[in-house]
């Protein structure tokens, strides 16, 4: 499975953005998926994940509130709606997908990665 960000770039604060990732499957709805994100020098953080219906959807506490996490399954994609973005929220965002029922907020939990797309929020 190869998974492709796309999306990111510079945003002042209090701007947003959307994330945007296309799995290449047929099997899509047999993947949970989720979104971490890495800042300079340090470790990657889970940011939220979503069950393959969509009907379950997990949170990291920084974000809640002001990150959506949502798929639409006729086009492979899982999508990360940022709205008041904070300086502290630039990072290199990551999707990922684990052929798995269950969501994680663990890297191990998930199998397949895409490369990653850098979001900059400037004060």
């Known amino acids: 499975v190869q998974l492709v960000e796309s999306g990111g770039g510079l945003v002042q604060a209090g701007g947003s953005l959307r994330l945007s990732c296309t799995a290449s499957?047929?099997?899509?709805?047999?993947?949970?998926m989720g979104w971490f994100r890495q800042a300079p020098g340090k470790e990657r953080d889970f940011v939220a994940a979503?069950?393959?219906?969509?009907?379950?959807?997990y949170y990291a506490d920084s974000i809640k509130g002001r990150f959506t996490i949502s798929r639409d399954n006729a086009k492979n994609t899982v999508y990360l709606q940022m709205n008041s973005l904070k300086p502290e929220d630039t990072a290199v965002y990551y999707c990922a997908a684990t052929p798995s029922l269950r969501v994680g907020r663990r890297e191990g939990d998930y199998v397949y990665w895409g490369q990653g797309t850098q979001v900059t929020v400037s004060s």
């Open positions: 979503i069950t393959w219906t969509g009907g379950s959807t």
């Open positions: 499957t047929r099997t899509f709805t047999s993947y949970a």
